[in-house]
């Protein structure tokens, strides 16, 4: 055992070994890994296949991208000098102010000298023998280290719509989750939105402002409300700043860690004028409010869902001038919040526009791209660019892409492929010494918040087997059964896991994604913390530590 010259805490030996820690991806949780780790004086190198920090805000720079929770809210919050220094300067702040955020946080605390970038990572495989990690990049070149932490981001494998032809398209195309540096203009330009999840409202919103002609293909819609965004003057950050102490504390005691708390009362519970004031009040206030801060039953109860749905569904019919267009721009196969709810900005008044059309694919589907552009159908529609705004293999994807192989050579997505199975999230039973951070069964939400909380706990049981000469763990079947179970028993009543989306491990552009998983831990934050709490208080009897 030797001990750091910089913290005088003791560091796992690792003789031989290239690293102590390898960290997978230098997005939020990566950047906070860096820093938590080396309080423990630990050797970490993170591979990051970008070629700047930030994951999600790195990749996504679509236009209209932007954050969907309280920029406040978002930020890390373990800095008071961070929390001091950095102004947001809009409540729901756009995609390169988040970068340059996540930029200033990296130079901060000097994190980059620990990330090598352009560096994706193609297999990783345990040795028990040495009881280390053996990772191969892109390039051919080898790294080991001790532990191996993932830190891929639940939505990083960005997926395409399995159409016959993309490969055929003159123009120029892009995936909203691949998104180039370069400035893309659409002014005039014949541009196609194929998506209508979260990112593709994001991006039609602002394309819709310049293309000469745009042109939505929507398969099946989403309920959008809007997101009320506005900017940030400097008396008013002095005002979110003092209150940055009961912010993150009532961000530590809400369901998915958002700011918006869940109103006590049930819908059926209130007269109508009472209910409707309130959805009201919601509709017009901002961000998730409508959706993390309504009824206690909305998500629950099938006749207060439909209810909520009746009322959002007016406000769409209220907003969009032909009546028609309104009704294939309302959902009717899931109610309101059992998918993610995208937020606009007068999304639906683009349809309005005269240059904006709105194709319905559920009525004419697209058969194949063309050299030109796109034939449903009913017609050939001519493009100079296309925009695939066609989701993420979500939450488990991003292991997939890589050839990851535990103890006797498991692969992960052998093991993995009728659901993952964890340990609170962030250990697999036979891929001992690999922590995953926001992986599946982790605590999803507002995610920085969980992000904290898992990289530290991490931290915690790395420091646990530091001091105790400890240089293996891994999760006992049992701990993961039992675990999983509650998984499952949280996931009871919910009637976001009864309907087709990535939050239940549904993508029809992949190979054996076709049905539900249980893919999302659903119980609340403060419920998984203190799970967490608990095993760590215990001395993780969990964990088999050798
Ligand atoms: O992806 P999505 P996303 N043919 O999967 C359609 C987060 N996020 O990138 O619904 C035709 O939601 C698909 O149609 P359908 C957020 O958590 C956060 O928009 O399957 N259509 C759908 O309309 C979000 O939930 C932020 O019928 C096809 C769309 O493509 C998550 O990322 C911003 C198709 C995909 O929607 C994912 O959002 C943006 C096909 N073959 C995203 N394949 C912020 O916080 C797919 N579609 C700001």
Known sequence: MTLSSETNHPTPEA?????????????MSGLYLIYRL?????????????????????????????????????????????????????????????????????DKFDLRRDIQFSSRVRSAAYDGENRCWNIVLEDGSRHSSRFMITALGPLSAPTMPRFAGVEDFQGRSFHTGLWPKENISFAGKRVAVIGTGASGVQAIQEVAKTAGQLT?????????????????DKEEMARIRAGYPELFQRCRETAACFVHTVDPRGTFEVTVAERNAFWEELYAGPGFGIWQGNFRDILTDPKANKLLSDFVADKIR?????????????????????????????????????????????????????RTG????????????????????????????????GTDGRKLTEEWKSGPTTFVGV????????????????????????????????????GHMSGRDLTVAAARPEAVEEW?????????????????????????????KQTRTLVRYSGTAPEYREWCDMVAAKGYPELALA
């Open 216 to 232: 939505v293909f929507q398969r099946r819609p989403n309920w959008c409300t809007p997101l009320h965004n506005r900017p940030i």
């Open 374 to 405: 796109v034939r449903t159908s009913g017609a050939d529609y001519e493009f100079d660019i296309i925009i695939y705004a066609t989701g993420f293999d979500a939450v488990t994807g991003s292991f997939d892409r890589i050839d990851i192989s």
């Open 15 to 27: 003789p031989g070994l290239d690293h102590d820690v390898i960290v997978i991806g230098a997005g």
């Open 38 to 106: 080396r309080e423990l004086g630990l050797r970490v190198r993170v591979f990051e296949a970008g070629t700047g920090v930030g994951g999600t805000w790195y990749w996504n720079r679509y236009p209209g991208a932007r954050f969907d929770s309280e920029s406040y809210s978002y930020g890390y919050s373990f800095s008071q000098e961070l929390l001091d220094e950095w102004d947001w300067s809009e409540h729901f702040s756009s995609q390169p102010e988040i970068e340059r955020y996540l930029n200033f946080v990296a």
């Open 318 to 370: 209220g907003r969009v001038h032909d009546p028609d267009i309104a009704e294939l721009l309302i959902p009717r196969d899931h109610g309101f919040g059992t998918r993610r709810v995208p937020q606009e900005t007068h999304y639906y008044e683009v349809y309005n526009r005269p240059n904006v059309t709105l194709v319905s694919m559920l009525e004419t589907p697209v058969e194949r791209i063309t």
């Open 484 to 512: 999983t179970g509650f998984v499952r028993q949280k996931a009871q009543g919910l009637l976001s896991n009864e309907i087709d989306s990535w939050m239940t491990g549904v993508n029809m552009n992949v190979e054996g």
């Open 427 to 462: 250990m697999v039973e036979g891929f001992p010494n690999m922590f995953m951070v926001m992986g599946p069964h982790a605590a999803l939400g507002n995610n920085p918040r969980s992000i904290e909380y898992n990289v530290e706990w991490v931290r915690d049981l790395i």
